[in-house]
Each structure stands twice: as C-alpha cells, then as structure tokens.
C-alpha cells in the first residue's frame, strides 16, 4: 500500500461486497483488502496512488450509502501504520506505552497515524475489531512525554469525539504486562499457552 490508504467500515455485509465491488470497478489502486469483521462489519481497504484512492473512495461511499458507517482516507499515510496494519508488531522497552482506544477501525487508524507523525514514538500494534466487538486500539511507545504527546494528537484525531473509548498513557510498564501486551491480545490464547512451573 503506498502513499495513500483509505478505509471504509460498513454496518452491512451485503452492501460492504458491493461497495468494494464499485471501487475497483472505479479505479486502478494498488490494493484492495475487505472482510468481515466482528460484529457483523464490513471493512474494505484500499491503497495506491492519491487519485486513484480518492476516486476509489466516491465510488465506495456511493455505493454504500447510509451504511457506511466510518471511514478514513490518509493521502501521505505514515509507512509505520501500513506495517502495522499487516500485522507487523514492534516490541520494545521503551520507558512508556500509550494506548487510544476507539468505537471504530477507521478512528484507531486516524489516531495511529497522526500520533506516529505527531511525535516522535514508535507505533508498536494496531488491533481491529476481531475479538474486540468491533471496537480497535493502536499502542505507542517511547519516552513519557513523546508517548503522552502522540496520545493527545492521535485523539485530537480522531474523526469524532465519541469515537474515544479510552486512552492510557502507562510510564514504566511491568515486564509482565509488557510481555502480554506484545504477545497474542486474546486472553483464551495467553491462558491455554501458560505452563506453571515444572508443569508439562
């Protein structure tokens, strides 16, 4: 995906495909990702050329209508978003993390690019919607200020105030918790991977 990125969140399965369908029918991007997401969302990703996105985005929001229900379009996306949006994850010991926790996938993304462009942070995950409710979160490390600075810019972000579920901002995480927050997020699969000690 380079240099711009646009997401679009649909309410509906059905009219999501058909929305994904108008935009690669529309324009050339480079791109195209879509699928469900809990609970019953619809996300279509695109990446490529400014104008191609764009021209993307009219078609998708056309097609879409009133279920559409979040979207952001990035035209200089940050790179550190795109590798963290395949799932690349940054771990690190990094003095702080801060944590923006939002209702929608299009909200975390906004936040987590401008937070990474808005200081000087690395932008350790992003998570979306699967085992989340639909809800996404983006954690940032580095030092307190840095990390305190790209929490209040990825939050001034976002596209609407009560897209915000929660924002942290942690100086001195515990070993403990640092390993479990760059490990698998889902609390099933950090348990059912715990051996007590001497255990087999």
């Known amino acids: 995906m380079r240099p711009a990125i646009v997401l679009l969140e649909f309410d509906s399965i059905a009219v999501g495909v058909l929305a994904g369908d108008a935009m690669v029918k529309r324009a050339a991007v480079a791109t195209l990702h879509a699928g469900t997401v809990h609970p019953g969302k619809y996300l279509v990703l695109a990446g490529g050329e400014v104008a191609h996105v764009e021209e993307a985005r009219t078609a998708g929001r056309a097609a879409g209508g009133h279920r559409l229900i979040a979207e952001i379009f990035l035209p200089e ?21 801060g944590i923006v926790e939002t209702r929608t996938v299009a909200a975390t993304i906004a936040a987590a690019d401008a937070g990474t462009k808005g200081a000087s942070v690395r932008l350790q995950s992003i998570h979306l919607a699967d085992g989340l409710g639909g809800k996404a979160y983006c954690v940032f490390a580095g030092d307190v200020h840095d990390v305190e600075e790209a929490v209040a810019v ?3 972000r976002l596209p609407e105030p009560a897209d915000l579920v929660a924002r942290v901002v942690i100086p001195r995480l515990h070993q403990e918790m640092r390993d479990n927050l760059h490990a ?9 991977g715990y051996r007590p000690e001497g255990g087999r």
């Open 77 to 97: 996306v940050h790179p550190a978003v795109v590798e963290a949006l395949v799932g690349r994850r940054q771990a690190g010991a990094e003095d702080a993390v």
């Open 154 to 156: 990825g939050v001034l």
């Open 184 to 192: 698998h997020p889902e609390f099933l699969e950090r348990v059912a």
